[in-house]
Every structure is written in structure tokens, then in C-alpha cells.
């Protein structure tokens, strides 16, 4: 089967509706079609094809490649069904089964096609925190912040948003802090920020009024953030 936005499209719609095992079946017939060899960007008689997941990121990267001083410029061509795109649809999917092993599987297929892709280091690190892999999240989404200079500024929000709540899993409030508030900069409405601001707030009033040891609060955390992990083509 080959790849196109009309099937990942299809997809999506599929696991918005809980549909998972249709959005299965798709994504696993286009990936069939996947060969190591595939490139999400690579140049073809002096023009440059690009596999962007959304019209946005194919601005956004058009917007930084104008402003690198090039002495040869040259056309950008977004070509449409990304296969980096679908192998984390099918993470997704896993994670919406709640098998972070096999979705961290996927995303790992993924990354070697799209390393610096954000929304696949970003839930790369989601699945680590699920299976308590804190360390290693934390690394994963301070690379979803620095390896793609035209990230989208929602992909940035989420990223620090993630970065902030994994450093407050890691004990690292003051650190968690300010990621946190730095996500609030890129998306000031974000509920899940403001929770868990909240959380470190009333955690750091807990431990004062009770002089309880860092790792004992009681306090209850906001369930994980889920939003905006899927990009629409």
C-alpha cells in the first residue's frame, strides 16, 4: 500500500474515535512499504523534496531555509505521506494501549528516519516516563528543544511542558519551575502548565509547613499530558 495523507488522515481520524484497531490495520499496510533508504528531506535535480507532517511545518521550514544566506537557492517541494509520520502514529497507538515498551519500539523506527523530528522526541520521552525512565526522558525532550532550530512554537510548548513535568518527577523543582514557565511564554493557556505550577506551589508549602523529607508529598499530581500529540497533514 502506498503512503499518502489521505491514509494517514484516515488514521488519525481512526484514533481520535477510538477506533484503534482500523488505524492498525492502515498504518501497518503503508508501512510495509518503508525502506530504510527513505529520507524526510533530500534534494532531486536541484530542487530540495521535503515529507513535512503538516502544511506548518513546511512554512516554518521554507521561513528558515530564506533565511540562510545560500549562494545557491533552490526550490522546496512538499511531497505528501511521511513514513516517519506513520511509524508515530502506530507509537501512538500503542500508547493509547498503554504498551509504552513497544511504542518506544516504534519511535525508535521513527527517529532513525526523522531524528530531530519534536513531536517524536517528545513522545519518546512521554513513553519513558511511563515506564519510569525519568533520566532518560528528561534527555529525550531537551533534544525535541534543541535539534530542530524552525520547530513549531506549539512543538516548543510541549516539549519544555514535558520537560518541566519529568523534572518534577526527577525531584528538580526549581528546574521544573521555570520550564514550566517558559512553556507558559509559547502557550499561556496551557491547563496542564498552571496544574502542575500549581502542584510544585502546593508541594513546597507541604514540605514547609511539615518539614517532610522531599520524596513523601502527598500531594496529588495532574494525570500526563497528552494534548496536541497529533499533527493533522
Same mark, same amino acid.
Not at 481520535?16 to 492502515?26: E, F, P, W, Y
Not at 515529507?51 to 506548518?56: A, H, K, L, N, V
Not at 509559547?186 to 496542564?192: H, I, K, N, T, W
Not at 508541594?203 to 499530581?221: F, K, L, M, V, Y
Given at each position: 500500500?502506498?503512503?499518502?495523507?489521505?491514509?494517514?488522515?484516515?488514521?488519525?481520524?481512526?484514533?481520535?474515535?477510538?477506533?484503534?484497531?482500523?488505524?492498525?490495520?492502515?498504518?501497518?499496510?503503508?508501512?510495509?512499504?518503508?525502506?530504510?533508504?527513505?529520507?524526510?528531506? %533530500?534534494?532531486?535535480?536541484?530542487?530540495?523534496?521535503?515529507?513535512?507532517?503538516?502544511?506548518?511545518?513546511?512554512?516554518?521550514?521554507?521561513?528558515?531555509?530564506?533565511?540562510?544566506?545560500?549562494?545557491?537557492?533552490?526550490?522546496?517541494?512538499?511531497?505528501?505521506?511521511?513514513?516517519? #509520520?506513520?511509524?508515530?502514529?502506530?507509537?501512538?497507538?500503542?500508547?493509547?494501549? !498503554?504498551?509504552?515498551?513497544?511504542?518506544?519500539?516504534?519511535?525508535?523506527?521513527?527517529?532513525?528516519?526523522?531524528?530531530?523530528?519534536?513531536?517524536?522526541?517528545?513522545? !519518546?520521552?512521554?513513553?519513558?516516563?511511563?515506564?519510569?525512565?525519568?533520566?532518560?526522558?528528561?534527555?529525550?525532550?531537551?533534544?525535541?528543544?534543541?535539534? %530542530?532550530?524552525?520547530?513549531?512554537?506549539?512543538?516548543?510548548?510541549?516539549?519544555?511542558?514535558?520537560?518541566?513535568?519529568?523534572?518534577?518527577?526527577?525531584?528538580?523543582?526549581?528546574?521544573?519551575?521555570?520550564?514550566?514557565? #517558559?512553556?507558559?511564554?509559547?502557550?499561556?493557556?496551557?491547563?496542564?502548565?498552571?496544574?502542575?505550577?500549581?502542584?510544585?506551589?502546593?508541594?513546597?508549602?507541604?514540605? !514547609?509547613?511539615?518539614?517532610?523529607?522531599?520524596?513523601?508529598?502527598?500531594?496529588?499530581?495532574?494525570?500526563?499530558?497528552?494534548?496536541?500529540?497529533?499533527?493533522?497533514?
Amino acid at each position: 500500500m502506498a503512503i499518502t495523507d489521505d491514509f494517514l488522515r484516515t488514521a488519525i481520524d481512526s484514533i481520535r474515535s477510538g477506533n484503534l484497531d482500523a488505524a492498525k490495520r492502515i498504518l501497518d499496510g503503508v508501512l510495509r512499504g518503508a525502506g530504510r533508504d527513505w529520507k524526510a528531506f %533530500r534534494r532531486s535535480a536541484g530542487t530540495e523534496v521535503v515529507y513535512c507532517w503538516t502544511s506548518e511545518e513546511f512554512v516554518a521550514y521554507s521561513d528558515y531555509r530564506a533565511r540562510i544566506p545560500s549562494s545557491r537557492p533552490h526550490p522546496i517541494v512538499w511531497k505528501a505521506g511521511s513514513y516517519s #509520520h506513520a511509524f508515530y502514529l502506530l507509537a501512538l497507538l500503542e500508547m493509547e494501549r !498503554q504498551n509504552p515498551a513497544e511504542a518506544l519500539r516504534l519511535l525508535t523506527e521513527a527517529a532513525h528516519l526523522e531524528p530531530d523530528h519534536p513531536d517524536i522526541l517528545c513522545l !519518546q520521552a512521554f513513553a519513558l516516563r511511563q515506564l519510569g525512565r525519568v533520566e532518560e526522558a528528561i534527555a529525550s525532550y531537551r533534544l525535541a528543544l534543541t535539534r %530542530r532550530p524552525w520547530a513549531l512554537p506549539a512543538q516548543q510548548a510541549r516539549a519544555w511542558r514535558g520537560l518541566g513535568s519529568s523534572l518534577i518527577d526527577a525531584e528538580q523543582l526549581d528546574e521544573a519551575e521555570a520550564a514550566l514557565d #517558559h512553556s507558559l511564554t509559547l502557550e499561556p493557556d496551557s491547563r496542564m502548565a498552571w496544574l502542575e505550577l500549581d502542584y510544585i506551589r502546593e508541594t513546597r508549602n507541604e514540605r !514547609q509547613a511539615q518539614s517532610i523529607p522531599d520524596r513523601n508529598s502527598r500531594i496529588s499530581r495532574p494525570s500526563p499530558d497528552q494534548s496536541g500529540l497529533i499533527s493533522t497533514p
